[in-house]
């Protein structure tokens, strides 16, 4: 399969149309069509669906989509990274994985940190899931992981070292103007007739777990495709949701946090391969962990105000 044919696909996904995409790539509709309709047939698998707005990707289509784009922008790195070699001035980037909320705010502020510390590295960023990040980190394909304990759980893998930064309490947001807005630490118990929104399974069981343990249950009757759908939903004033509170400091305006009482936590924790480390990845883990701590809510280094121990390890 040919790199071009890919790039075309993803734009055309990008783009929702075939022939915004066409002028884009300097191509014909036709062009774009044909490859479209050559790259199904070598899959097998249709990859579009027309709609009354253009095309989009079928379900196929979306899955090959996110696997082409991290493989379109490998290659685009690969390019660089050979006319730095032959220029003298190759430095293996640095490749960073976070959980969303992660790469929200305590990941970029301690980029920052080490950048400030060491001077210019070449770094990139790749937000995922952590069962995903823990995959890509065994793969080869990332150097640093910073990734959670949220079910279902972290798998114990001695390919990989895993470093507790601490536990990250979760917190309830409301839209501005909630009647328990502003009004400190709740009981689940009081938002126990509210509807709920989640984006993912890891924060829908701990939303579970911590009602059942207070003898309520959380009607989560709606969905979201990430965390800036769960918000748009909480803005707008269809649901509360229930969100890391590393994100607090990152919130849009128009919906407001609140602490819980006994909030349910989870664990935030930095994996790194055993095999020869990037320079770079001891100062990152430093200034990880300054983040993590400067970030407020969170509990560094603690768990249950015990050091952590491997055997306690949950999560995502």
Same mark, same amino acid.
Request: glycine fraction near 8%.
């Given at each position: 399969m040919e790199l071009t044919v890919w790039r075309t696909f993803v734009t055309v996904c990008r783009l929702g149309s075939l022939s915004a995409a066409a002028a884009e790539l300097h191509h014909t509709q036709s062009a774009v069509s044909r490859q479209i309709a050559g790259l199904e047939r070598q899959l097998g698998v249709p990859l579009m669906e027309r709609h009354a707005r253009g095309v989009r990707p079928t379900h196929a289509g979306e899955v090959f989509r996110s696997h082409a784009l991290a493989t379109l922008n490998e290659a685009d790195r690969a390019v660089r990274a050979a006319r730095d070699a032959h220029d003298g001035a190759f430095h293996r980037p640095l490749a960073v994985g976070a959980t969303p909320s992660l790469a929200a705010g305590i990941v970029p502020e301690a980029i920052r940190g080490l950048l400030e510390r060491t001077g210019p590295v070449r770094w990139s960023l790749l937000p995922g899931l952590s069962a995903q990040l823990h995959s890509r980190v065994i793969a080869g394909d990332l150097d640093l992981a910073v990734v959670t304990d949220a079910p279902p759980g972290l798998p114990h893998d001695p390919q990989v070292e895993r470093r507790f930064l601490g536990l990250d309490d979760m917190?309830?947001?409301?839209?501005v103007g909630h009647a328990r807005a502003g009004r400190g630490p709740v009981h689940i118990q009081t938002l126990a007739d509210q509807t709920w929104v989640e984006d993912n399974d890891g924060s829908a069981a701990l939303l579970r777990q911590h009602a059942a343990r207070a003898g309520v249950s959380a009607r989560i009757d709606l969905a979201a495709a990430d965390l800036l759908g769960k918000l748009a939903l909480v803005a707008t004033g269809h649901a509360i949701a229930l969100i890391p509170g590393v994100l607090r400091c *990152?919130?849009?305006?128009?919906?407001? *946090?609140?602490d819980l009482?006994?909030?349910?936590?989870?664990?935030?924790?930095?994996?790194?391969?055993?095999? *020869?480390?990037?320079?770079?990845? *001891?100062?990152l883990l430093e200034q990880l962990a300054t983040a993590f701590t400067s970030a407020g809510p969170a509990r560094a280094g603690l768990r249950g105000g015990l050091p952590a121990q491997p055997s306690l390890i949950r999560g995502r």
């Amino acid at each position: 399969m040919e790199l071009t044919v890919w790039r075309t696909f993803v734009t055309v996904c990008r783009l929702g149309s075939l022939s915004a995409a066409a002028a884009e790539l300097h191509h014909t509709q036709s062009a774009v069509s044909r490859q479209i309709a050559g790259l199904e047939r070598q899959l097998g698998v249709p990859l579009m669906e027309r709609h009354a707005r253009g095309v989009r990707p079928t379900h196929a289509g979306e899955v090959f989509r996110s696997h082409a784009l991290a493989t379109l922008n490998e290659a685009d790195r690969a390019v660089r990274a050979a006319r730095d070699a032959h220029d003298g001035a190759f430095h293996r980037p640095l490749a960073v994985g976070a959980t969303p909320s992660l790469a929200a705010g305590i990941v970029p502020e301690a980029i920052r940190g080490l950048l400030e510390r060491t001077g210019p590295v070449r770094w990139s960023l790749l937000p995922g899931l952590s069962a995903q990040l823990h995959s890509r980190v065994i793969a080869g394909d990332l150097d640093l992981a910073v990734v959670t304990d949220a079910p279902p759980g972290l798998p114990h893998d001695p390919q990989v070292e895993r470093r507790f930064l601490g536990l990250d309490d979760m917190i309830v947001v409301l839209p501005v103007g909630h009647a328990r807005a502003g009004r400190g630490p709740v009981h689940i118990q009081t938002l126990a007739d509210q509807t709920w929104v989640e984006d993912n399974d890891g924060s829908a069981a701990l939303l579970r777990q911590h009602a059942a343990r207070a003898g309520v249950s959380a009607r989560i009757d709606l969905a979201a495709a990430d965390l800036l759908g769960k918000l748009a939903l909480v803005a707008t004033g269809h649901a509360i949701a229930l969100i890391p509170g590393v994100l607090r400091c *990152a919130l849009r305006t128009d919906v407001t *946090a609140v602490d819980l009482v006994d909030p349910p936590t989870r664990g935030i924790y930095t994996i790194t391969p055993r095999r *020869a480390p990037h320079p770079s990845t *001891a100062p990152l883990l430093e200034q990880l962990a300054t983040a993590f701590t400067s970030a407020g809510p969170a509990r560094a280094g603690l768990r249950g105000g015990l050091p952590a121990q491997p055997s306690l390890i949950r999560g995502r």
